[in-house]
DNA sequence: CCTTGATGGTTTCCGATGGATACCAAGTTG
DNA sequence: CAACTTGGTATCCATCGGAAACCATCAAGG
């Protein structure tokens, strides 16, 4: 099998490739492999999530397994946020698409560009 | 800098980390790495992906110099979509997204029965 | 005392996005 | 001439994501 299951609809790889294929999933992962951290902190530091997309996406960590969720009864209520094992596993996968983005940047930047360029003299 | 831009929101890095955090940029990218495709073969390929998106996606990736879109005057026309060396380099990288989907899968579906079965029986 | 602030969310509203479907032009085949 | 192929675009509608408001709890400050 060359090509595998990934690209057939019912295949359970394609669910878990929805959720692992995810821009705030990834950054929520790249920070959570360096260390623990609480939901606000998550919030201040990733820039543009909102709080229901925030809370949303690690109840959604946490089902799959790849975060632990933490609740400790001080006052306010502190919730810390962990990665787990197998979270681990997989921050170090995203992590280098993390890193490509960032080596890559430049070159991309550059063929938009010219697209852009190139379909502007065009009409 | 332990923790790299992508995580501001302004930075460009955020917007490549847009288009490669897709379910379906990876999924044609895996493809194309392979042998250059038609639309259609695409279409067909790839299991629940509308025409439309389809579209979109694919000039998307041409936009940002990853794939190549040859028109051949035959008929009916013919349109193939090719990987670039750049487009390369990253389908390498999300490559190993879609192997981490397959071979943890199983792990996943776990944890999520085990999450939904705590839930059920705590309502 | 009572407002302000922090904690970690949920709810509401609205605009953007995605999927399904129909449609298009060109041309070959039945 | 009708149907089917190619590679799309246009339209409609449901869902999704972002912005903002609201919620409870308690601590500190005026």
Redesign the interface.
Known sequence: M?????????C???Q???R????W???LL??LS?EPMRFNRLRR????LSQKVLAQTLRSL?????VTRSVFPTVPVTVEYAITP?GM??AQ??D???I???T??P??????R???AARAEAA
């Open positions: 060359l090509i595998p299951d990934a690209y057939s609809a019912d359970p790889t394609r878990v490739l929805d692992v294929a995810d821009k999933a990834v950054l790249g920070l360096r530091t990733v820039e543009g946490e089902r799959d397994g790849l197998l596993t997989l996968t995203v280098q698409l993390r490509w983005a960032e890559h940047m070159e991309v930047a550059a063929c938009q010219r697209y852009d």
